[in-house]
């Protein structure tokens, strides 16, 4: 388990999460919390893997991960309801470094 400061950002979009987190087995796990205020703890598979180290730097990777939903609840604002979307893949870009 390594110790590490990341900051996660959906592609094509300004918002960012940031923090600090634990890489273990090459997944990123790092706190969150659900709209209903419910804490968790949040994993991003094989970021070891997706993520390459950063140019002239040795504890600091960046890279893309995409994440797949399946049967996704979304709000219809014209049927004033919510549909169940079977797929749904969203790609982050992900850096971290390791904190010694």
């Known amino acids: ?3 590490v400061v990341y900051s996660i950002s959906k592609v094509n979009k300004d918002e960012k999460l940031k923090g600090v987190g634990y890489l273990v087995e090459g997944n990123l796990l790092i706190p969150s919390t659900s709209s209903k205020g419910n804490a968790y703890i ?7 893997k997706k993520c390459r180290k950063a ?3 040795d504890d600091e990777f960046k890279g893309y991960v995409t994440v797949a939903y399946e049967n996704i609840h979304v709000y ?3 049927k004033d309801h919510y549909d ?3 797929y749904v893949e969203t790609t982050y870009f ?3 470094k ?3």
Do not use: C, G, P
């Not at 949040?42 to 070891?48: G, H, L, P, S, Y």
């Open 1 to 3: 388990m390594q110790k």
């Open 84 to 86: 169940t979307l079977d």
């Open 76 to 78: 219809n604002k014209e």
């Open 55 to 57: 140019t002239d730097k």
């Open 94 to 96: 992900i850096w971290y």
């Open 98 to 100: 390791i904190v010694k």
């Open 42 to 48: 949040r994993v991003f598979e094989d970021v070891a």
